[in-house]
C-alpha cells in the first residue's frame, strides 16, 4: 500500500536516528562513519537511490528518454513573473514598508512570484530553457532580477553538486550543518529556521565550501546591481525593497516553502529491515508532493522524478510519472506543504537531525575553471553522468 507521510502517527525512536543504514560492500574497505555523540544524523554507506532507480526505469521504459531536452514555455513564463514583480514593485514605490498593502502584496503576489523565480533558475541551471548552454546562464542572469540579489551563477554549480553528492557531508550543501541541527533542535528552533530558512540557504554553502569566482559570477553581479539602481532611481527605494521583501517571504512561512523541508528531510517511520544495517535497506531519503502547488512551482514537488531524472523538464515530469509509475507509486509522500512545515516545527521527532548522510562518495560540478561562462555540466542524456 502507497505510504502517505503525511499521515503519519508512527515516530522514529530518538536512538534510531543513528542508525548506520547499509552494509559494506565484500572485500572493500569503508571510511569510518563519524563517531561524535552529538551527531544524530542518519549515516549510511549505501549509494543514492536514483541512480538505480533511473537505470532500471530506463531499462524498462525506455521511451522516457524522449522526454529530455529544453521547454521553450519557460522563458515565457520567467518574462511574465519578472513583469509582474517589476509591475508590482512600480505600483507599490509609493507606500510605506511597513504597511498592509505593501506586506500582504509581498506575501501573496511577490513571495509566491518570486518563488516561482527560484524554480525557473532551479530548472534553467539544468540547461532545461534552451539548447545552448550559454544561453541557458545568460537566462538565469535575466530570472534573477527580480529577486534582488544576485545568486543564480552561484546556485547552479552548488545545486548540480547537489544531484551528483546527494547526501555526501562536505559536498551536498542542502544539508544542514552539525552545528545548526545541535542548536536549532527544539520547537523555538525548527520556527526559527522556518522564518528565516532562505538565510540558511543563502548562507549555508559558503561555510561548507567556498566557490571560486568567476566571468559568470562577475557578470551575475554586475547586472544585478545595474538592475537594482536602475530601479531605485527611477522608481525609488520601496520598489527594492519590495522585491527584497518577496525574496525573503518565498523563503519564509509560505506555503510554497513547504517544499525545501518535504524534498529530503525524512519523516517516515524506518521499518524493521531499516533498522538493521546487515540488511541494507535504505531510509526514503527524497519525497515526492503531487498537490496543486505545482503548478506554481515548475512541479517541484515530483522530486524523485526530478532527481532520477534531472534532464527531463518539469513539463514532461507528469509524462515521465505517468510512465513508470509502477516505480513511484510505493514511495512515501507529502500531501501538503504547509501541513509538512507544520509537522516540522511541533513534532519533536521531526527535524534537522532527520536527514540521511554519507561520508564519502559524489563530486563538485561545474564552475570551477575559468571557461567560458560556465560548464556544459548536467546536459547529459540522463542528467547525470
Not at 365 to 379: A, D, F, I, R, T
Request: charged fraction near 15%; glycine fraction near 6%.
Amino acid at each position: 500500500m502507497r505510504s502517505s507521510v503525511a499521515t503519519a502517527t508512527i515516530k522514529p525512536e530518538k536512538s534510531l536516528r543513528r542508525t548506520l543504514i547499509g552494509v559494506q560492500e565484500p572485500g572493500r574497505v569503508q571510511a569510518p562513519l563519524p563517531q561524535d555523540e552529538h551527531d544524530n544524523f542518519f549515516w549510511t554507506y549505501t549509494e543514492e537511490p536514483h541512480r538505480t532507480r533511473r537505470q532500471a526505469i530506463i531499462k524498462a521504459h525506455p521511451e522516457v528518454l524522449k522526454l529530455c531536452g529544453p521547454e521553450p514555455l519557460t522563458k515565457y513564463l520567467v518574462t511574465a513573473v519578472m513583469g509582474l514583480q517589476i509591475t508590482c514593485a512600480y505600483l507599490l514605490r509609493n507606500t510605506p514598508v511597513l504597511s498592509w498593502p505593501f506586506l500582504l502584496t509581498a506575501y501573496v503576489i511577490g513571495a509566491t512570484a518570486n518563488q516561482n523565480l527560484f524554480l525557473a533558475i532551479h530548472e534553467i541551471s539544468h540547461n532545461l530553457a534552451f539548447k545552448s548552454p550559454l544561453a541557458n546562464r545568460m537566462f538565469a542572469v535575466f530570472a534573477n532580477l527580480s529577486i534582488g540579489i544576485p545568486y543564480s551563477a552561484s546556485f547552479r554549480p552548488y545545486h548540480l553538486t547537489h544531484h551528483k553528492s546527494l547526501g555526501v557531508s562536505g559536498l551536498d550543501t542542502d544539508l544542514p550543518t552539525t552545528l545548526e541541527a545541535f542548536f536549532l533542535d527544539s520547537l523555538a528552533g525548527k520556527a526559527f529556521f522556518c522564518t528565516f530558512q532562505i538565510l540558511f540557504y543563502a548562507l549555508r554553502p559558503m561555510f561548507v565550501y567556498v566557490l571560486p569566482i568567476t566571468r559568470i559570477h562577475l557578470f551575475n553581479i554586475a547586472v544585478q546591481v545595474a538592475f537594482d539602481w536602475v530601479l531605485v532611481h527611477y522608481a525609488g527605494g520601496n520598489a527594492l525593497a519590495y522585491l527584497i521583501m518577496s525574496s525573503f517571504l518565498a523563503g519564509s512561512l509560505h506555503p510554497c516553502a513547504g517544499h525545501f523541508i518535504a524534498e529530503h528531510y525524512v519523516f517516515s517511520h524506518p521499518s524493521p529491515a531499516q533498522k538493521d544495517p546487515a540488511t541494507g535497506a535504505q531510509l526514503p531519503e527524497t519525497y515526492s508532493y503531487y498537490g496543486p502547488l505545482n503548478l506554481l512551482t515548475y512541479n517541484v514537488g515530483l522530486h524523485n522524478e526530478h532527481h532520477d531524472f534531472p534532464a527531463i523538464p518539469w513539463s514532461r515530469l507528469p509524462a515521465l510519472h505517468n510512465i513508470a509509475k509502477e516505480f513511484y507509486a510505493e514511495l512515501p509522500r507529502h500531501e501538503s506543504w504547509v501541513k509538512v512545515m507544520w509537522q516540522f516545527v511541533l513534532d519533536e521527532e521531526v527535524g534537522l537531525w532527520c536527514r540521511v548522510k554519507r561520508a564519502e562518495g559524489g563530486r563538485k560540478v561545474g564552475g570551477w575553471k575559468e571557461q567560458e561562462l560556465g560548464s556544459n555540466e548536467g546536459n547529459s542524456i540522463a542528467g547525470v553522468r
